[in-house]
């Protein structure tokens, strides 16, 4: 008798957990849905403030983070500065780059084909790890990256004309993005994420403005452009901490399909504020880099 109830006790304890976990991979699932809604957003807001400098941009970006982040930072009594401060540089320096990059492609490029050749990076870092890191690299995931690249280039066509130039830059700033991903493995191991936006975030808004100082060209954003522009650092700032508390709720690779939502996002905007509609072939294209996304995580389980 005690040993059946003892059975039955350990199988509402399983159905328990089980449920426990769904629950947290939905909040996970939403709450990287919800960032990456935000994501999306940001590219349509640097779309919007066409008439102010990038660097402009990227400080405005970040004056709510080095607000709001160091107090987060002191209430848990952590470090502003960080632990392993010469890879924390050199996952800003790659970080300052491809934002920079990415709001150039942003502005110069649809939404959809900047956050689509964004959506690259997964695959540049299995490249870049195989070289820096000697990571093995298997034949499946160079299968899978040239379906990714395939997909790409039926979604931005590029021909033999000057607007392949942005798309060749921000390629190069989706290699960028990649870096910045693979510094993060080792940061992981040293430093708490709030300390790693902190200092990137600061970094970014030191930079900028000695730009802006140097090249002596601040223009101060009228009440509009001010308002998109602090908008656009409270988003950046949301984008960060649902992502980050999304990758506490549930694991990366149930997550990491979702991640490709921004290009969903990036469409529905695309069309209903620019009144840009996907032809036969973008919608082809987009589908082959869902795929090969959904393909490259699915076959590390």
Known sequence: MSKNLGKCNYMVRSLSIGEENINKSKRGILLIIISSACFALMALIVKFVQHTSLMEIIFFRCIPSIIILPILLKKKNMSFYGN?????LLRFICGFFAMLIYFYSVRVMSLTDAITIRQLSPFFII?????FLKEKVFFYQIIIFLLALLGTMLVIKPGLRLEILPTIIAVIGSVSNAGTNVTLRGLHLTDHPLVIVNFFTFSSCLTSLIVILWQGNFYFPDP????LL???GLISLL????LTKAYQFAPANIL?????SQIIF?????????KKMLDLFSVLGLSFVIISGYLNYKLKI
């Open 230 to 232: 602090i908008l656009l």
């Open 84 to 88: 392993n401060k010469p890879l924390l």
């Open 239 to 242: 984008a960060q901490i649902t």
């Open 224 to 227: 509009v452009n001010l308002l």
């Open 256 to 260: 990491a399909l979702y991640l490709y």
């Open 266 to 274: 990036a469409t529905m905007f695309d069309f209903f504020f620019f």
């Open 127 to 131: 490249i870049i790890s195989s070289i």
